[in-house]
């Protein structure tokens, strides 16, 4: 593997709501995407798959989930690698929040806080996403956003407990 030979940790939240082709639904195209991050590190472990409503303008709904990999590629690194892959896997960047065959997003990384003009970790609009804290919460619960110090179960169970609320109020 390219890069240092020190392990990093990488939390990567996983979106599609685009097929392929009629035998390629995103649910598969999720699956299939772990084959392909085998190339440049090991999957520690990986969440459960979940439907979820579409961000924006898109009427698809979303298949999402997350995954823990190891690599010894740095951050930037690992967003090319990542940016390839959505590419291989159909991914084409015509609209912001539009239909996409594979999205995948860096939300944490071992190392805390990465900031560059190309990427920002822990992702910054991760602490309000349910799409990308429930899969999280399936395999790095314990895991602390370096920004708040909040575990990804305190902030998932902060974003319930506010849908909850706003949801009585309407």
Aim: charged fraction near 30%; glycine fraction near 8%.
């Amino acid at each position: 593997m390219p890069g240092t030979s020190h392990l990093h940790s990488y939390a990567l939240s996983l979106g599609s709501n685009r097929p392929l082709s009629a035998d390629r639904p995103p649910a598969r195209l999720l699956r299939e995407v772990t084959d392909r991050l085998a190339e440049i590190g090991r999957t520690r472990c990986a969440s459960p798959l979940f439907t979820t409503p579409p961000l924006g303008p898109s009427r698809r709904l979303f298949t999402n989930g997350a995954l823990l990999l190891e690599t010894a590629l740095p951050p930037e690194e690992l967003l090319r690698e990542l940016q390839k892959i959505e590419r291989i896997m159909g991914r084409r960047r015509f609209r912001r929040w539009g239909a996409r065959t594979m999205d995948i997003d860096i939300i944490l990384w071992s190392g805390g806080r990465w900031e560059s003009p190309r990427l920002s970790i822990p992702h910054r609009a991760f602490r309000t996403r349910g799409f990308v804290l429930k899969p999280l919460l399936g395999i790095v619960p314990k895991w602390r956003d370096p920004r708040s110090g909040l575990t990804v179960r305190h902030l998932h169970g902060r974003l319930m407990k506010a849908r909850t609320k706003d949801a009585a109020r309407g």
